[in-house]
Structures are given as C-alpha cells and as structure tokens.
C-alpha cells in the first residue's frame, strides 16, 4: 500500500518536468516584409499593410534572439507546467503574432497546428487595451478568463474552447505559440487528466478496514518559514492544492501541523554505580516479552535473590516508524481540471518525471509489498525518535469536526511518512518545528482518539446513555470502527506511546452485550491474533467460550478458522492455537465435533509447515499435551449421548466416519511427531514430560505409542555420553519418572548416572524427586550418587579449571535439596560439606571472599537442614566479618515516585502504582504468568519509566527497582546472612562484625 499511497498522492500535488519555453524575440525588434525598418515599431503602419492583424512568420524576422527577465521566464514554464500537466517533454512554436484593436480582430489560435500539438500560448508583448479585450477558455463546466495585461501569458488546451470580448479602446500585441510534445508518435493528452482516478484509488486505499497504519504526513514541496505559526495563506501553492484534493477525495481528514522531535527525559537514575546490571533490555524483543511472561527470565538482580546476568541490553527499537524514502518518485505527474495557465501560477517547481502521464499505475499488481519501495538510508531512520505534533490547524474548507476530535493530534507521532524530501538547498534548524500536511482515513478518526475513549462512549451507545455518534452513520459503523483499533498490526498502541492499549478482551465483552454476531465474528476472526493469548490467554479463552454459548459455534466457525489459521512462525502462537481447542472441549452444543475437528485439522496445517527448530522444552510440551487432548477426543467422541457428536455419528459406522476424516486430515499426530518435528518434540525433552502430564488423564492406549518412544530414545542415548549430556536435566526427570515404576528403572537410573555429568545428574536428581519418590533401597542407593557427583564437581582445585561460581552453587543447592527429599540430609549432607571444605582449602585467600559470598552464603540461605552446615560456616565467618565490615551503608534516597503514573487500574497495575508510591520499597518483583495488556505496553518501551528501572530475571518474571534499591538491599541481606551465621555457632566464635557508619 505504501508505494501506492506515495504515487497517489504525488500525481496529486505534482508536476511534470518538461523542457524551457525557449521564446525568441519576445523585444519585438523585427524585419517585417513590406514595412520600413523605421515603421516596424508603428502599429499603424503595420495594420496598414497587414490589416488582418497576422503578422506569419514568414513575413518577418527578429532582428536578435532576446528574451524576458529570467524570472518571468522561469514562472511561466512553472505556470504552464503546474496547470496543464503535460504528459511529457514539450517546445514551443511561434505561429505569428496577432496585433488587436477595436477594428482589428486577428485570430489568437495556431494558424496550423503541428504533429504532436496539444496547447496555445499567447505571450503579451504590449498593450494599452483600456476596455474588452478579455479572452475566456472553457473546458466542460470550467472556464477560466484573463484580462491578457502587457507582460502577461495564457495557455490553455486545445479541447478548450476560446471566446474573447472585443476591445474598445487601445492596442494589444501578443505572440501566438503552438506547445508541441517533442515525441508526437506517442499517445498523449489535448486535455488534462481527470482526477477522478486518482480520487477512486485514494478511497480504495482509505477506506477498507484492517489498516495497518491510521496517520500519513507528507513534508511541504517548498521551503515554509513563517514565524507567526501555521497559516494556509502561506502555503506553497501545489501544497494547497494537495490539501485541497485530499478533501475532495471525501474520504480523509487533513490538517497543516507542525512537528518536533520530543526533548529526551531526564537521565533515568540507574540503581546502582557499582552494579555492571545496566539491564536496561527493551522488551520490543518479542521473544523476550513472551519468554518473560512464560517463566524465561532475561536478566537477574539482587545478591542473594535472582541472579545477575551480563550486560544484554537490546538496541533494536522493532518498529517501523519512518518510511521517509528518498527514492526516485515514480508516476509522480499530477492531473488537475484546471485547462488554464496565466500568471497567477507561478510558486510551482519542477520535479517529476516527465515520462509519465500518471496513468500507469506503477505498482507490483501482484501485491502491495513494502520491499519494493525500501528507504536504502532506513538504516539512519531506525535510531532516530519519531517526530511529534506540537501543533496543528485544519483547512478553512475541510468538514467540521465533532467536537470530540479536536485536541486529538497534540503529541502525536509522525510515524508514517510518504517518500518526499525536502527541497534541494533548504537546510532547517533541527530545532525547528517540520511543516507536514497530514492525513488519516476518517473512518480512523477513533484510532487518533483513544481506545480507551472510544471504548467508553461505544458502551454508552449500546446501554443508550448517549446518543453521539461522533460523526459515524450509525451505532454499527461506530462499533465497526473500535474493532478495526484492535490487532497486533495497527498502530494504535504507538499512536499513544503505548500508554492507551486497545484491549480485545474488554471489547469482545462488550459487544458480546451488544449481540451483533457479525461483530463478534469480526472480533474472532479480525481482531484477534494468537500471539494475545500469550498476555490474556484465559481471559480470551472465556470470552470465546461464552461467545460460543451465546450465538452458537456455527455462525463463529469461520472466524475461529481465520483465528488459527493466520500465518505464524512461531511454536508460542500455535501453543495458544491448541489451548484455545482445548477450551472448546467440554462445550456440549450439537454436533459441536464437528467445529473441533475443523479447528483442529487447521493447526495441524499450520504445524506441518513450522519450520523445525530445537527443542526448548516447555512451549512444545504444552503443545504436545493439548494436541494429544484434542485428538483423543477426535478419535473417541464421534458418538456422544448429548448429540454433541459429529453430524453422521448416528448415520454411519464409526469406522467410515473415520476414513473420510483421514481425507481432510492434513497429516495424523504421531507422523508429525515422530517424522515431520522429530527435533521440535524430542522423546527426551518434550514427549516424555507430555505422557507423565497425561497419565492419569488419558486412556493408556492413546499414549503407549509415546511412552514406548521415550523408552527406546533413553535406552540409545544412555549408550552415548555427549547425547547424554545435550538434554535438559528437567526433561531426563521425566524420563526417569516415566520408568520409575517398571523394573528397569534401577539399571537405567545407575547408567544415567555413570554417563551424565555430575551437575546434570544433580539437577535431574533434584527435580526428578520433586513429583516422584523412591523406595528406601533406592533412595540410599540414589543419595550415595548425590555424594559422589558433589566430589567430583568439588575435586578439582580452585586453580586446575575455570571457576564458576553459579555452577558450583547451584550443583551443592541441588544435591542439598535431593537428599532433603530422600530424608538423607542428616545421613549424607556431611560429606557434602566435607567435599565442599576439600574445596575451600584450594581457594586462593584474595578469592575467598568472592566463594564465601556467591556460593556458600547464597547456599546458607537455600538451605532448610543448616545444623549440618556448621563445619562450612565455621570456615567462611571470618572472610565475610571482614567483608561486611567494610561495606558502606547507601543512604536510601526518597522512594516516594508522587508523580508515577499508569494508564489502568487493574490489580496488577494498581500494586505497581502502590510500589512507586510507597517511601520505604525500592523493589518490586512481578511473578509469571498473566500481564496486563497495558502495562505490558508500558514496558516494552525502551526506558519506560524515569525513576524505576525494568529487571528481567533468570528465574522468570520481572523485577521493578528504584534509585538505589538493589545497593541497599544487598547491604541488608549481607548483614542478615553474617547474623543467622553466628547464630549457629558457639558462643566463642559469635561476635558479629558491627555495621559501620560511613555513608556512600
């Protein structure tokens, strides 16, 4: 569309280049056949030989080539050019020169018109008509008329028909011109081009629904420097005669704004000076808001809490917002009812291609991709801030705007603009404001407005509170036009700086009131994208359910068709894809099967062609789960007892029903699985959590298939130590937990130990004993392996392997907590300790403190059974009294944020507000799972907020620090952990370190 809009709009405004009026002798300075040199500036004598009035050029000639003022020359050609559109390079051709009085009226047309003539030019050398003279030339229901004034010119079409009034008094000398295309053979205009084309394309372009984009601004074609703000009188004249097209088209509104680039805010205060953190990532990321929103953390925070992560912040901004191209403007000629040039016309410039008469509509006509027309300096675009409307004023003759619309531009963003530069040799101040005309749909005036305003007065109008329907046609346009604000394409969210999110959920509700089931379909299959269910999965999940039970699932089968069947690449989209037929299951309306085994055979179309990938664990295994939901109650629901069967259930054997559904089946689960995404749902870290989920849910027969795969895989890979050690240690849980009870279990338990590595033993083990248990034979055998793979992690000195700290950590944490669990803590956790002494005896005394702080204390404070812990605590105590003592206590600074505002008031946003308003919190942390559609709009801004920084743990979630907070919380918990340490030991040895004073 972009490509489109831009050649449109040209034609609209523009002109064509073509070649100089290149006029000789326009001094008059003549040899004229039959007069005397000295008579040739003697109108009378001239008449007197000539009385028709017609000098032909064959009967003189000028004595020099003398032209006018290079300014009155360049503004006719502006003129011609501006009014007539030529449809291509042109010259001039004098045809004589036609001298009027009141008894002489000589012909002002080409006495022969040449091949290729399309226009006449009349050129006044003199005049001192006093009365008449005026020549008309009308063209259909226009005419335009000139009084032909000395120095003055007239051009008009040769389809225009000429009338002149006779002259009563004085003499008028003009030279007559033929304007001749320079190609004749091509097939060119005697007229100009309607606009009616153009104006039947721009209300294409406008008027759908399902715009992706709401606001267009073209910068001026001339240079606009006016001091005492925004005025139309001012504007170059093709700029007014854009504005004034666009209002004709009758389907957009206009307006003349002013723009700026917004002063940056204030240097947002960072935590903390001493924290290498800056985890300012910017959730634009997509991946990055959906893994923070499904349990995977991006960045820790905190010394004891979630951990820290490196520096990753992510400078991509995700969002198109300047198509400012500056390519060559193709089909930029205008067409204009004007047939007349005089010397009214003369601001215009010279800039398109003269080849083309705008007829040719130069888009690929197989589609409207944006590529073709790519900015090749998008690149300098990206980093740079959109501009915003600082101020705006509408054209005297545009329709009045209700009330409701009149502020809606102020602090707009320019984020979409038509390929045009400005002129050659302008350079403005980049603190000056930009002059850009603007333009949006009208049926998007909502879209300017709010959704949040437009929501509101759409629930007025359907409970009959008010009666306004802002200009639309009717309650149903209104509503129309809300649910074409909703989708992940428009740009409503940015229009708003994502402070004022359109929310499917709260609409769907709404209309679901208002009961036209055309706008619920609307809603499902337009406005509705899969990715929402990531944010609001349960709450569209009801909506749709309730939908279904209000209107049936017939008049939304189509709409949920659309829903699942918009194209994706990505596994989380079909996740909710699945979830959503999931939902659908215990709906029990006739002949409901039928709906799900359509739904479901269109995911499965989407499936086989998701392009395999890694498998990553809980996304495919929350797939696979509701896949293998919704195909055992295809295969085993055709005949139900609420009639909510297939439609032939009772009509036909089972047995057919099923092979005519293997023909519209795009491809059965288990080949999927096992041939098609072998990788994506690998037996080890997707189908063996999958059938542990299921066990107690579906019949065995459905999910041996499955279970017998796991079994298989685990035996081979067992066999081979690297592939062993490629698999999540939660997913080789699983897999344990699958076996546990069969008599293998002992053997393979024992081979996965010898063949994995020590800390993925540990974390399998730990997780395994999570939702399993074993018996005591077992569980010895098991804590014997826990103690073994803690020495070997342990065995090796500080200095024989790189060090990592979080490895070490996390190894001794799990192996704790997986004897905790075998009830082995009192039994084994010593020689745990032992190894980790064994440890520390290797560490270097300048690295103690580093070991002390990021792997025991951290451990100290994991640990339910510390008793056991004493030998280790006894050893660190003295690093870290030392340590603690030294540190400087941070003054925390004011952490009441007064000014701190959110754009809604549910819980989640409400506890937020609560947080930056409270003087003694400075961090705030946000678990997993739903996130409200507007504070989530608020985040995935880069630096959303001034004085709180955005923290992405490891652990999931998210956190919310203020000024500081992080400095003052590690200092706290520092001193915490050092007293329940001396807590635990004699009386001899417990002399806590005292907090010192120094401020930092």
């Known amino acids: 569309m972009q490509s489109k809009l831009d050649n449109v709009v040209a034609l609209l405004r523009s002109v064509a280049a073509t070649d100089g009026l290149l006029i000789h002798g326009v001094d008059l300075r003549l040899c004229i056949d039959g007069v005397p040199d000295a008579a040739a500036s003697d109108v ?65 047309t080409p006495l022969a018109r040449a091949e290729g003539s399309f226009a006449t030019l009349l050129v006044v050398h003199s005049s001192s008509v006093a009365g008449g003279g005026d020549v008309a030339a009308t063209l259909d229901t226009v005419t335009t008329t000139s009084t032909l004034e000395a120095t003055s010119y007239f051009a008009y079409y040769n389809d225009c028909t000429v009338a002149k009034t006779p002259i009563t008094r004085g003499t008028r000398v003009m030279l007559v011109f033929d304007l001749v295309y320079n190609d004749p053979t091509q097939l060119h205009r005697s007229r100009p081009m309607s606009l009616a084309a153009q104006y039947a394309e721009l209300q294409a ?40 097209r666009l209002l004709a088209a009758d389907c957009v509104d206009v307006a003349l704004v002013f723009a700026k680039e917004p002063e940056p805010a204030p240097g947002r205060h960072r935590t903390d000076s001493n924290n290498n953190n800056n985890s300012d990532f910017s959730a634009h990321d997509r991946d990055a808001i959906l893994n923070l929103l499904e349990g995977h953390g991006l960045h820790g925070a905190g010394l004891f809490g979630d951990e820290h992560d490196d520096d990753e912040d992510d400078e991509s901004d995700g969002e198109d917002e300047d198509d400012d191209d500056d390519d060559s403007e193709d089909g930029n000629d205008d067409d204009d009812d004007d047939a007349i040039a005089d010397d009214d016309m003369s601001n215009d410039d010279d800039i398109d291609d003269p080849n083309d008469d705008g007829d040719e509509d130069e888009d690929d006509e197989d589609g409207d991709s944006e590529d073709d027309d790519e900015d090749p300096l998008a690149a300098m675009y990206d980093d740079a801030r959109p501009q915003h409307i600082i101020e705006y ?27 045009r530069t400005a ?56 509503a129309n036009a809300v649910v074409d604000m909703v989708g992940r394409a428009a740009d409503v969210g940015l229009l708003h700086d994502n402070r004022n999110m359109p929310d499917v959920v709260a609409l769907g509700r709404l209309l679901l009131r208002f009961g036209n089931v055309q706008l619920l379909q609307n809603v499902v299959g337009h406005a509705m994208d899969l990715v929402d269910f990531t944010f609001a999965g349960d709450a569209l999940r009801a909506l749709i359910v309730d939908m279904i039970q209000s209107v049936g699932w017939e008049p939304l089968y189509l709409s949920l068709q659309m829903l699942l069947s918009k194209p994706s690449a990505e596994l989380k989209d079909l996740v909710s894809g699945a979830a959503l037929i999931t939902s659908l299951l215990p709906i029990a309306q006739p002949f409901m099967y039928e709906c799900i085994q359509g739904c479901y055979f269109t995911l499965l179309a989407q499936l086989v062609q998701l392009q395999e990938d890694d498998c990553l664990g809980d996304d495919e295994v929350d797939l696979l789960v509701d896949l293998l939901r919704i195909e055992t109650h295809v295969a085993s629901d055709l005949v139900t007892s609420d009639g909510a069967g297939a439609f032939l259930g009772d009509r036909l054997p089972v047995g057919i029903l099923q092979t005519i559904a293997s023909f519209a089946k795009p491809v059965e689960l288990s080949t999927l699985v096992t041939t098609i995404l072998p990788t994506t749902f ?36 067992l066999g081979r130590k690297k592939s062993t050690n490629e698999h999540d240690p939660s997913a080789w849980a699983y897999c344990l937990a699958l076996l546990v009870d069969t008599a293998s279990f002992p053997s393979a338990l024992q081979q996965f130990v010898d063949v994995a590595a020590p800390s993925i033993v540990l974390s399998t083990l730990q997780s395994f004993l999570t939702h399993s248990s074993v018996p005591p034979s077992t569980a010895t055998a098991m804590a014997d392996n826990i103690v073994r793979a803690v020495a070997t992690v342990c065995e090796l000195p500080f200095d024989a392997t790189p060090y990592d700290p979080e490895a070490l950590h996390d190894a001794i944490v799990d192996a704790w907590n997986a004897l905790d669990k075998l009830g082995h803590g009192s039994s084994h956790g010593p020689a745990i300790v032992d190894a980790v002494l064994a440890f520390w005896a290797t560490v270097p005394h300048e690295k103690r403190m580093t070991v002390a702080m990021d792997v025991v204390a951290k451990w100290f404070l994991k640990a339910t059974s510390r008793d056991v812990m004493r030998p280790v605590v006894v050893a660190v105590v003295p690093v870290l009294d030392g340590f603690v003592a030294t540190l400087p206590r941070p003054r925390p600074p004011s952490w009441a944020l007064t000014s701190f505002n959110l754009p809604c008031a549910c819980a989640q946003c409400s506890s937020v507000l609560a947080f930056a308003r409270d003087p003694s919190q400075g961090i705030f942390q946000i678990p997993d799972g739903h996130t409200c559609l507007h504070f989530h709009g608020l985040i995935e801004r880069r630096d959303p907020f001034q004085d709180i920084e955005v923290r992405y743990p490891m652990n999931g979630g998210l956190a919310l620090y203020k000024d500081k907070a992080q400095a003052v919380r590690d200092y706290k918990e520092a001193h915490d952990v050092l007293q329940a340490m001396h807590a635990m030991l004699p009386p001899t040895t417990n002399r806590p370190a005292k907090r010192q004073r120094r401020n930092q």
């Open 682 to 717: 690998d037996p080890i870290d997707a189908i063996a959590a999958a059938v542990v989920r299921l066990q107690d849910e579906l019949p065995a027969a459905a999910l041996q298939p499955y279970l017998t795969l796991v079994e298989t895989t685990v035996a081979s890979t």
């Open 44 to 108: 009378g004598a001239i008449l007197a030989v000539y009385p028709t009035g017609v000098l032909p050029t064959d009967k003189f000639k000028f004595r020099s080539d003398m032209y006018y003022e290079a300014y009155e020359k360049e503004d006719m050609r502006r003129a011609v050019n501006a009014a007539l559109k030529p449809s291509g390079p042109f010259h001039v051709v004098l045809s004589h020169i036609a001298i009027e009085r009141a008894d002489v009226t000589p012909p002002t």
């Open 393 to 419: 004023v509408f054209p005297p003759s545009s329709p009045t705007l209700p009330k409701v619309f009149h502020d809606m531009l102020l602090h707009k963003p320019v984020l979409r603009r038509l390929k």
């Open 205 to 244: 372009l406008m008027t759908p629904t399902r715009q992706a984009h709401s606001l267009y601004a073209v910068p001026l074609c001339d240079h606009y420097d006016d001091d005492d703000g925004l005025d139309f009188d001012e504007l170059p004249v093709r700029d007014m005669q854009l504005i004034e």
């Open 423 to 478: 002129p050659l040799g302008v350079f403005i101040s980049p603190s000056a404001p930009t002059p850009l005309i603007v333009f949006w749909p009208v049926h998007h005036r909502l879209r300017l407005l709010g959704f949040r305003a437009a929501l509101a007065q759409l629930g007025a109008l359907v409970s009959g509170t008010s009666k306004d329907l802002y200009g639309y046609a009717s309650v149903l346009a209104f």
